[in-house]
């Protein structure tokens, strides 16, 4: 039979059942609340948090600022971890935890006793970490109590770490540009690529694609530790060629490419007949976007023209810089899931076109419709939509 001790409060004695060790703190560990019959009581569930896997995308800067400013002053810290699933906040908050050894209260939210959990929290006579993870789905923006605590409204002469993360920053605008109560607020978004090269060379099996699944990462709308490894098991499962036939089938969103560019129609005889090319093409294109400006001059040449032959002569060198072999255009190409120089003839398409050829150097793609060539101009080659880099904007035509 388990031991019956009687504990002795003032002029209450409780019954308890097994061996009782009266300490003067609770040691470091991991400890969730708890309330019964008997009242408020503290669980504990480990020693630490416990990660069976690599941890990738860890904020080892930042969080050995948020170490040394905790050794550094008297008062509480409050530490809010911001970002999407999966982007690391809450292994992030969980390592810093760890790594400041000092008990750790999980704290979720126990509705109508909310305001009682506080007051028990508040009487803790040790240092400690409170840490809510999934905050703004724990407690209603208008919850004043957590305001309260974080005050130190309920005096303590212990210090306190608050550790939060959330999902958005729908949380109580109390909370925010208030450094006495959040001092840091970190906000964790898509990988580095750097995280993405790492994960690639412990996980991917074919290493020989892995630039071109860096490349199809940088398109997403969000990439995160799961959302890459899903990645990586489909390819070491099915290979590159077979994960990308079916892409646009795995459940995960991906940017697009929008391209302005100035775009060259010719019949596939007439190519065939003068030899028509990309240099060609770069020729005319470039003649096609100065037309309003060669316009100008033409008028500036006929201002001064001293009779009908001279303006004769000039209106004839206008109208044979501006005959073009080609119809040109200026258009968009939206919504392309490839960027035009990964591009690959006789595969790909651009356009809705089969693509024949690419010509990085001079920045043209040339597709086949039907009977007709297409060439495009890409006036705007670096604008991507990217993870990893700033994007660009050209307005270089030509030049």
Known sequence: MPRISWINTGSSYRRMEGDIINIPTVPPGIYEVQLDLSGWSLQRTADSFVFPYKVYNLQREFLDHVKNTYKAINGNIGVLFNGTRGTGKSVSAKILANELN??????????????????????????????????????????????????????????????????????????????????????????????????????????????????????????????????????????????????????????????????????????????YNVDKFIDEAGRYDKRWQLGQERDTALSMCKNDAERKKVVEEFNALLRYEASFDRCNIDDEDKAWDKLVPNKDEFNGELVIGVDKEKKVVVTLDNEYFGFYFITNPDEKPSLYKERKFSYDYLM
């Open 102 to 275: 000092l008990p750790v209260i999980i704290v979720k939210s126990m509705g109508d006793n909310n305001d009682g959990q506080i007051s028990y929290l508040s009487s803790f006579n040790f240092d400690c970490i409170f840490f809510f993870d999934e905050f703004e789905k724990q407690f209603n923006e208008r919850d004043c109590s957590i305001l309260q605590f974080m005050d130190g409204v309920y005096t303590s002469e212990y210090r306190r770490i608050f550790l939060l993360t959330t999902n958005d920053l729908t949380v109580n605008e109390n909370l925010l540009s208030r450094p006495s109560r959040i001092r840091y607020v970190r906000e964790f978004g898509n990988l580095e690529r750097e995280i993405v090269e790492e994960y690639l060379n412990d996980n991917l099996i074919d290493q020989s694609c892995k630039d071109e699944l860096i490349d199809y990462v940088d398109t997403l709308t969000i990439s995160t530790i799961d959302i890459l490894k899903s990645i990586v098991e489909e390819v070491n499962i099915h290979g590159i060629e077979q994960f990308l036939k079916i892409k646009k089938s795995f459940n995960v969103a991906t940017a697009v490419y929008n391209y302005r560019v100035i775009r060259g129609y010719i019949n596939t005889r007439i190519v065939e007949k003068i030899q």
